[in-house]
């Protein structure tokens, strides 16, 4: 069983910036894709940011040139930075650890509060 714990979040004012942090528990994190999604109230839980294993990245076109996803694999960590933020990014904010091989792992964190408010 892997660990996800996220930190970072919490209330930002447009224009602003956070960083936010996924912490694995598992030896093997460099073989996983991260994934950040986020759940704004009312809608659907959707992707934000994609890196794999290889450090290709991907990101919702909603959040293109603002956000950056990153990985760690020595600190087993992956963040997810933030910038120029808007009202419509407020949401819960999730970390996701995905693995196919032989098998397919999915991991979830409890997730993490970015409000986006004057």
């Known amino acids: 069983q892997v660990q996800l714990v996220e930190s970072g979040g919490g209330l930002v004012q447009p224009g602003g910036s956070l960083r936010l942090s996924c912490a694995a528990s598992?030896?093997?994190?460099?073989?996983?894709?991260m994934n950040w999604y986020r759940q704004a109230p009312g809608k659907q839980r959707e992707l934000v940011a994609v890196?794999?294993?290889?450090?290709?990245?991907n990101y919702a076109d909603s959040v293109k040139g603002r956000f950056t996803v990153s990985r760690d694999n020595a600190e087993k960590t992956v963040y997810l930075q933030m910038n120029s933020l808007k009202s419509e990014d407020t949401a819960v904010y999730y970390c996701?650890?995905?693995?196919?091989?032989?098998?397919?792992?999915?991991?979830w964190g409890q997730g993490t509060q970015v409000t986006v408010s004057s």
């Open positions: 890196i794999n294993s290889g450090g290709s990245r």
């Open positions: 996701n650890a995905h693995l196919t091989t032989t098998y397919t792992a999915d991991y």
């Open positions: 598992t030896s093997m994190f460099s073989f996983y894709t």
